[in-house]
T-cell receptor, first 111, second 115 residues
Framework: TQLLEQSPQFLSIQEGENLTVYCNSS?????LQWYRQEPGEGPVLLVT?????EVKKLKRLTFQFGDARKDSSLHITAAQPGDTGLYLC???????????FGTGTRLTVIP | GAGVSQSPSNKVTEKGKDVELRCDPI?????LYWYRQSLGQGLEFLIY????????KSGLPSDRFSAERTGGSVSTLTIQRTQQEDSAVYLC?????????????FGPGTRLTVL
């Protein structure tokens, strides 16, 4: 059983398009993180969200934590080829120190 | 650089052999984590170390897997009697402290292939 489900699993879009990827669970989390991973490298943290309903922006990326702290979305505006990569959400349950990772969304932005 | 380093970057072994994977965390980071990433899957937590406390081994998939951290710094993940299903990328991460809100810094991983 996967604690965090991400959708879509694969996404291929043209440069300049907008996209949203989702991270869903039936569990409540104390915090949620989004990472991007490029081939041959480890994941790199993009953002941490803590409060239900929280919205954070990182240039063209907008992250939202669901009101009930069970889900999150990542929206990219005007995607660029440099956005290509594997996007992973990861969450921490209250009292736990390890992260649970989602299955990932593999994004390809075509120039 | 001052990032997390892992060695070897690639390891090919035969079924039944033992392998050791090494992780050098960022200097000063007290917490160290090991994850496994299989093809098409997200990261699977294996084990973490925090300072001198007993490690949390709850994610280790079988007793063939073990890890140690010497002197609070370098860590070694050992897989005994490797099986084909052990083939994956093994990632190490370190952080200043424990907790889900802290930033974990990942190494580039070791790609293990068991023939």
């Amino acid at each position: 059983t996967q604690l965090l489900e991400q959708s879509p699993q694969f996404l291929s879009i043209q440069e300049g398009e907008n996209l949203t990827v989702y991270c869903n669970s039936s569990s409540v989390f104390s915090s949620l993180q989004w990472y991007r991973q490029e081939p041959g490298e480890g994941p790199v943290l993009l953002v941490t969200v803590v409060t239900g309903g929280e919205v954070k922006k990182l240039k063209r990326l907008t992250f939202q934590f669901g009101d009930a702290r069970k889900d999150s979305s990542l929206h990219i505006t005007a995607a660029q080829p440099g956005d290509t990569g594997l996007y992973l959400c990861a969450a921490n349950q209250t009292g736990a120190n390890n992260l649970f990772f989602g299955t990932g969304t593999r994004l390809t932005v075509i120039p | 650089g001052a990032g997390v380093s892992q060695s070897p970057s690639n390891k090919v072994t035969e079924k039944g052999k033992d392998v050791e994977l090494r992780c050098d965390p960022i200097s000063g980071h007290t917490a160290l984590y090991w994850y496994r990433q299989s093809l098409g899957q997200g990261l699977e937590f294996l084990i973490y170390f925090q300072g001198n406390s007993a490690p949390d081994k709850s994610g280790l998939p079988s007793d063939r897997f073990s890890a140690e951290r010497t002197g609070g710094s370098v860590s070694t993940l050992t897989i005994q009697r490797t099986q084909q299903e052990d083939s994956a990328v093994y990632l190490c991460a370190s952080s200043l402290s424990l907790g889900g809100q802290v930033t974990q810094y990942f190494g580039p991983g070791t790609r293990l292939t068991v023939l």
